[in-house]
């Protein structure tokens, strides 16, 4: 049973630049989660996503930030124009949605804004 | 706004030696998972905790949790080095409802000597 796969593992962008991520939920797992890890910090919940649902998105910066979850394929946390500011690891996990559960956390995607 | 409160934030011990890592957290939540991170590496789960007075034990790491005082505890009993990361504990930021976005401490980060 595959885990969580994200892509790209790592991904450079310049000021001003998209940056899209990716995230598969391990199989049978209908919720998805995405968090930020800043250096030397712990991870900040960024938003709560099940198949074609947003249902907490408390996390997400207001502007340049977005995410989808999509009846087919991966969900997508999109970044536009990005800032030096955004360079962080992006961690998706996902659960099969049963409060009590933990979430597994895919390998993460690490953001470098030049 | 839910606070989760590790300490001590770094930590230097020798082989060999016990210690213990704390988590206070504000809410009513009784549910609370710890995990374990490498340096440059995904979140490993190592226990979740369902409700008042659990305890669970994998080899040398020992958590409990007592919902009354918000407090979780993570002992490591004679060290190793191979036990030396980055651990997070985490708490439901829905209070326990259902399966929901984490908010996680600042991670404790152990360095086990020789």
């Known amino acids: 049973n595959a885990g969580v796969m994200q892509n790209p593992r790592h991904l450079v962008r310049r000021r001003g630049q998209e940056a899209r991520l990716r995230c598969s939920p391990m199989?049978?797992?209908?919720?998805v989660y995405w968090y930020r890890q800043l250096p030397e910090e712990g991870l900040k919940f960024m938003v709560y996503?099940?198949?074609?649902?947003?249902?907490?998105e408390s996390g997400m910066p207001k502007e340049r930030f977005s995410a989808e979850f999509p009846k087919e394929g991966p969900s997508i946390l999109r970044i536009q124009q990005v800032v030096r500011g955004d360079s962080a690891a992006y961690f998706c996990?996902?659960?099969?949605?049963?409060?009590?559960?933990?979430?597994?956390f895919g390998p993460g995607t690490r953001l470098t804004v030049t | 706004e839910l606070k989760v409160e590790q300490n001590p934030l770094f930590l230097s011990m020798q082989e060999g030696k016990n210690y213990t890592i704390y988590c206070n957290y504000s809410?009513?939540?009784?549910?609370l998972y710890w995990y374990r991170q490498d340096p440059g590496k995904s979140l490993e789960s190592l226990f979740v905790?369902?409700?008042?007075?659990a305890v669970k034990q994998e080899g040398r790491l020992m958590a409990s949790l007592d919902t009354k005082a918000r407090l979780s505890t993570l002992h490591i009993t004679a060290a190793v080095h191979d036990l030396s990361a980055t651990y997070f504990c985490?708490?439901?930021?829905?209070?326990?409802?259902?399966?929901?976005?984490?908010?996680f401490g600042k991670g404790t980060h152990l360095i086990i000597q020789p």
């Open positions: 809410t009513t939540s009784d549910r």
């Open positions: 985490a708490v439901d930021r829905g209070g326990g409802g259902g399966a929901d976005g984490l908010t």
């Open positions: 996990a996902s659960s099969p949605g049963l409060a009590g559960l933990e979430q597994y």
């Open positions: 905790l369902l409700s008042n007075g």
């Open positions: 996503l099940q198949k074609e649902n947003i249902i907490d």
């Open positions: 199989k049978g797992h209908s919720h």
